[in-house]
């Protein structure tokens, strides 16, 4: 179809009225209750303005009434997709304020579990995208493999969805003992799943023409703008704190940083970070191949650690990981009690939505849908 | 005239009334198998069950949909414009079955043998895009307007490539008579349009354009009909429902309604146009004027089944895109092709 | 429809043949229930599995429908801020009879684990809309979203047209009558709140205090997308 | 770099403007500042070659109890070092510039920050509510907050 170019038109003195559309809180791809106010000229989107806050569940608020360990599971249902990824700074957080070495058997267990969340994560995340674009079967079929993934949390946890699994200073209970079989089968269907959903959606040419050179997103203003995880990647920015600041045992692993090369377009369009995202998968294999076959074998007690009260000193302290969608931090302020005096969180969806109508502007409606898509938010995680 | 029901009642009202009744028993059972097939093509696509619990394996899930619908209300938006709203659904079900008065089921049988049938057909099912227009505006929401804007757009610029692609067929055939148009491909699937007709064995050098020209209708049948990828006049995704987004219970059935007939209106014109009609492959094999009907409708049927499958498989294009393919690469295409058929048919 | 308007409320009028019509009727509501894809929180993904290849939700012949017009139950599926209470109502208000709400999860039942501190959350939509069915769970599992949608089929099933169902359990009348009920309070309320939106219309109509013009649009050029 | 050069190169340029710098057990190295010109500060921050401050992980309104205060975080994607700014201002007047033409981000924090404490920034491009409903009462994560009885004929506490 050729190459698309940006061309400016100046309307000047054409007298035309724009109309404002209302999308959301209830649209079928707001991927939640996030509600955009439109400003259409024709199918053209002249203006968007984000209005959030629909999901704002007072989280910050409740975490100061509660015990640190009572704080997981409202954590959980941050970003619900990836609950394991959340609970992990958190719990990370408080565990540096207590002090706490945990075991190197439990640390592998995290990054097995962290990165399997991942991949469930970028899977609904491919998966609604293409459901955004009009295909509704891939969308299926990706949710059908990630069944597998939760399988294999419920057996950790008895949790589905949300797990409440990380808990200070270990885990909640040990892990089942066809642990290692299970992932590998999972990784291989993966990327067996992978494999299909390539040839049915992401090279396919009706989907390659609907998201290349939209929401062109420059690097600089990604940073600008605070972006992380792939909305940054995808626009050729190699920031990613697994590699930058190995927290936890990431060091030990080989793996690479993915970031957009605007293979099909512009850099930073929504291929970009949606392609990101595809080829993250693999990586995030390759990280549970690792840790499979460097994980100690002895049994650990994964609760000998877990403090029976859990009381901080007087501290304050910032501590963030790479989640699926990017750098989650929680900023904990303890007062030396057992709650927190204070728990903010750097979510990352908040701000990688922030970016929205910067980059969606002058282009038509479906574009906005999409360009929405591939920022991948989730809505508890906006609001809170 | 290729009749039976004039042969047999003669030439009298109640014969007309008959024929009129005729399609329409054909109608009401079809769109019941073509929600049925949806929903389970969908679900065979999709790696799962679909519909079980409604009667044996959910083939009675149509039924239980249209009996839901009836019983719904009927809403009518206290903005909208009623009278427009309420005629809405009614002159687009009414474009879609009105098509089926001139389609030829067998050579004993069509309702009306006009010798403009093919011209017929193009001008009413053009009705479809007046009810389009009607139901978004009058709705007065504003997802329905751009629902109604897109429809159009795209209608009108898909209608210039099909009518390429018939006027082909009518120059090539010298008639716009869709009986006469099937009895020149009689005699094997050789002779069908689709591999050039019925000129002698040199036409294997037009088979191409001939091909091309059924690519072209086929792909413009999916965007008259709104099908997946073209179906930005209701993409879910977007517009929430598009036109109909206002509409409920039997207004809404009547859309959902004419979408089926019209689906099927394209199929048939399809097979009549390419694939010889209620012809047999086999040339005067299997060739009764019964069995013709079975032939037609398989042959249609099939272009149903890949308009479903091309459904699930399919993202959607987008608006300056489907106009981009529209006006740039089918127009120009559809135009060479009607030069060399039209070459073919002096040749003849 | 005629009929419809006396859901529960029937008819005096017996027979076998009204009786069949009536089986024919609900049969056809229960067996087809679309609902509107609208998902709030966490449960919205959990139900998302639900309608996936794995449990399949369209056994049950429910289709989902993205208009609300359309669609025959809501699922209130995850948290109810106030903020999208007002909004959850409207949505509900723009469902065409019969229509039914099926509450999942522990937040829209009750506020679930923000129901002491979630200054911001419903506790509970049963206080805005009439609730049918409650999935307790947080989020709840497939198996019991499924027992819920069995329950909702059969409370559709039971739903009277032309006459009280004799063979039906004292248990399951009762559910009726409170079912009844509930939409009578309902009813009432909603017709309260509309006397008052007249109200305000007459004297100089209702702030709408999402659009209290604080931001500005400035735009003057607009970019054009095209082939080339 | 480290936070003591961070802490020299601002005490030169800015005086008496930074006050302390803090380097604790269990606290992230902070800086102290004043809230009078912190726009300057965190232009200084984010331009002069060696800091590079590009990326504001994080902003965030506090109650400390007797007065309010922000709390910046920020990394410098191209030099991979961080500092934490603290700005403490009273209750009675808790006003302070905008840092929103540094980073963009810094508009959806700074609402929240009004929003959830009632700090007010000043010359910010759109400074209503973002989470709360635009009519809500009070500002909730403040420690005296007390819940609005009713919001639209709801009820608000349990």
New interface residues.
């Given amino acids: 179809m050729g190459q698309r170019k940006t061309i400016e038109i100046d309307y000047g003195a054409v007298d035309t009225d724009r109309m404002r559309l209302n999308m959301g809180p209830q649209h079928p791809s707001t991927h939640g209750v996030l509600r955009l106010e439109v400003e259409l000229e024709g199918e053209i989107v002249t203006e968007v303005v984000p209005h959030?806050?629909y999901l704002?569940r007072?989280f910050?608020?409740t975490c100061e009434f509660m015990t640190y360990p009572q704080v997981i599971p409202y954590v959980d249902r941050l970003d619900y997709i990836s609950s394991m990824n959340n609970e992990w700074p958190f719990v990370m957080g408080v565990e540096k304020?207590l002090g706490i070495q945990i075991p190197e058997k439990i640390e592998y267990i995290r990054v097995i579990l962290a990165e399997l969340n991942r991949i469930a994560n970028h899977q609904i995340a491919v998966a609604t995208f293409g459901m955004d674009s009009g295909a509704f079967t891939p969308f299926l079929y990706l949710f059908r493999d990630r069944e597998m993934i939760l399988d294999l949390f419920e057996k950790c946890s008895g949790g589905r969805l949300l797990y409440n699994y990380f808990w200070v200073g270990g885990l909640q209970h040990d892990i089942p003992p066809t642990f290692k079989e299970d992932c590998l089968a999972i990784i291989k269907k993966v990327r067996e799943t992978n494999a299909e959903v390539n040839n049915l959606l992401i090279k396919n040419k009706i989907f390659i023409e609907r998201i290349t050179n939209i929401g062109i997103l420059p690097a600089d203003?990604a940073?600008?703008?605070?972006c992380s995880g792939p909305v940054l990647r995808g626009s050729g920015?190699p920031?990613d704190l697994r590699k930058?600041?190995p927290y936890s045992i990431y060091d030990r692993f080989d793996f690479n940083v993915i970031v957009g090369e605007g293979a099909m377009g512009t850099l930073g369009d929504c291929w970009d970070r949606n392609i990101v995202r595809v080829n993250e998968m693999e990586e995030s294999c390759k990280i549970i191949e690792q840790a499979i076959a460097q994980m100690p074998d002895e049994a650990v007690d994964v609760r000998a650690l877990v403090p029976k009260r859990v009381k901080t000193?007087?501290?304050?302290?910032?501590c963030?990981t790479e989640n699926p969608k990017g750098?989650l931090?929680f900023?904990i302020?303890?007062d030396g009690s057992t709650q927190p005096y204070?728990m903010?969180t750097?979510a990352t969806s908040?701000?990688n939505l922030?970016?929205l109508p910067?980059i969606s502007k002058g282009y038509m409606i479906s574009d906005l849908i999409m360009i929405l898509g591939s920022i991948d938010i989730v809505l508890g995680e906006v609001?809170? | 005239m290729g009749n039976f029901v004039y042969d047999l009642l003669g030439n009298n009202l109640l014969a007309y009334i008959v024929v009129a009744i005729v399609p329409l028993l054909w109608v009401l059972p079809y769109a019941l198998i073509a929600i049925l097939g949806e929903l389970k093509i969908a679900s065979w696509v999709q790696d799962r069950l679909g519909p079980m619990r409604t009667g044996w394996k959910g083939v009675l899930q149509p039924l239980a949909e249209v009996i839901k619908l009836l019983q719904k209300e009927d809403i009518t938006p206290a903005n909208a414009n009623k009278p427009l709203f309420n005629l809405a659904p009614f002159i687009m079900f009414t474009g879609a079955y009105a098509t089926y008065a001139a389609i030829p089921f067998s050579s004993k049988f069509i309702a009306a043998d006009l010798n403009i049938g093919l011209y017929y057909i193009f001008s009413i099912s053009a009705f479809a895009i007046i009810g389009i227009v009607m139901g978004g505006w009058a709705s007065n929401n504003k997802y329905s307007v751009l629902g109604a804007l897109r429809a159009v757009s795209q209608m009108i610029s898909y209608e210039i490539p099909i009518a390429v692609t018939l006027l082909a067929i009518a120059a090539y055939s010298g008639s716009l008579d869709m009986q006469e148009i099937i009895r020149q491909q009689g005699g094997g699937f050789w002779n069908w349009n689709l591999f050039g007709g019925n000129a002698p064995y040199w036409k294997i050098i037009f088979i191409p354009f001939f091909v091309g020209l059924f690519v072209i209708y086929f792909v413009g049948s999916l965007a008259e009909t709104n099908r997946v990828p073209f179906d930005i006049p209701e993409g879910e995704s977007e517009i929430i429902a598009g036109y109909h987004t206002e509409y409920s219970g039997m207004k809404f059935a009547m859309f959902f309604f004419a979408e089926y007939a019209s689906m099927f209106t394209v199929s048939a014109i399809i097979t009549i146009l390419f694939l010889g009609g209620w012809q047999s492959p086999f040339g005067d094999f299997l060739n009764h004027p019964l069995l013709q009907v079975f032939w037609f409708i398989a042959k249609a049927m099939s272009f149903i089944f890949i308009q479903i499958w091309l459904r699930w498989t399919l993202p959607r294009l987008r608006v300056d895109q489907l106009m981009h393919i529209s006006w740039k690469v089918m127009l120009p295409i559809s135009l060479v092709c009607f030069f060399a058929v039209a070459i073919l048919a002096m040749l003849k | 429809m005629g009929l419809l308007d006396r859901l529960d409320n029937p008819y005096e009028i017996d027979g076998f043949f009204l009786g069949t019509v009536e089986d024919l009727l609900n049969w056809g509501r229960s067996k087809s229930d679309w609902y509107l894809s609208f998902g709030l929180a966490c449960c919205a993904i959990e139900f998302m599995a639900i309608n996936a290849s794995h449990f399949d939700l369209m056994r049950f012949g429910s289709i989902p429908r993205a208009t609300p017009r359309q669609a025959d139950f809501i699922i209130i599926s995850g948290t109810v801020t106030?903020?999208m209470?007002?909004r959850i109502k409207k949505l509900y208000e723009q469902m065409s009879e019969p229509k039914y709400v099926m509450s999942m999860g522990s937040c829209s039942n009750s506020?679930g684990p923000y129901?002491?501190h979630g200054?911001?959350v419903?506790?509970g939509v049963d206080?805005?809309i009439p609730v049918d069915v409650y999935v307790p769970g947080c989020p709840p599992r497939p198996e019991a979203f499924f027992e819920g949608m069995i329950k909702l089929q059969n409370l559709i099933n039971n739903q009277a047209i032309f006459r009280k169902r004799s063979s039906m359990s004292a248990e399951e009348l009762a559910q009726l009558e409170e079912r009844n009920q509930k939409q009578k309070e309902y009813m009432e309320r909603a017709a309260i709140?509309y006397e008052n939106y007249q109200e305000t219309l007459k004297t100089g109509g209702m702030q709408n205090?999402?659009y209290?013009g604080?931001?500005t649009i400035n735009l003057p050029k607009i970019r054009m997308i095209d082939h080339e | 770099m480290n936070s003591n050069e961070i802490f020299d190169k601002l005490k030169s340029e800015f005086g008496d403007d930074i006050i302390s710098l803090t380097e604790?057990?269990?606290?992230?190295p902070?800086i102290t500042v004043k809230r009078k010109n912190i726009k300057q500060i965190c232009l200084f921050l984010r331009d002069i070659d060696g800091l590079n401050f590009?990326?504001?992980?994080?902003l965030?309104g506090?109650?400390w109890g007797k007065e309010l205060g922000v709390?910046y975080?920020l990394y410098s994607?191209s030099l991979?070092h961080r500092i934490?700014l603290k700005v403490f201002l009273s209750k009675e007047n808790p006003v302070i510039p905008s840092v929103e033409r540094c980073?963009?981000?810094a508009?959806?924090?700074e609402r929240e920050a009004w929003d959830?404490f009632g700090i007010q920034f000043e010359n910010h491009p759109?400074?209503?509510?973002?989470?709360?409903?635009?009519?809500w009462e009070g500002h909730?994560?403040r420690k005296d907050?007390v819940?609005q009885e009713t919001?639209?004929?709801?009820?608000?506490?349990?």
């Fill in positions: 959030i806050g704002h007072c910050e608020k304020l203003v940073i600008n703008f605070g920015v920031y930058d600041e000193p007087k501290g304050e302290i910032y963030k750098e931090g900023y302020v303890s204070r903010r750097r908040f701000i922030s970016v910067e609001d809170r | 106030l903020k209470a007002d506020g129901w002491e200054y911001h419903l506790k206080r805005i709140e205090p999402d209290n604080k931001y | 604790e057990k269990n606290y992230d902070y590009d990326y504001l992980v994080n965030t506090m109650d709390v975080h994607i991979k934490v980073w963009k981000s508009n959806w924090h959830m759109n400074h209503i509510r973002i989470l709360c409903p635009y009519d909730p994560l907050y819940e919001y639209h004929g709801m009820r608000v506490p349990v």
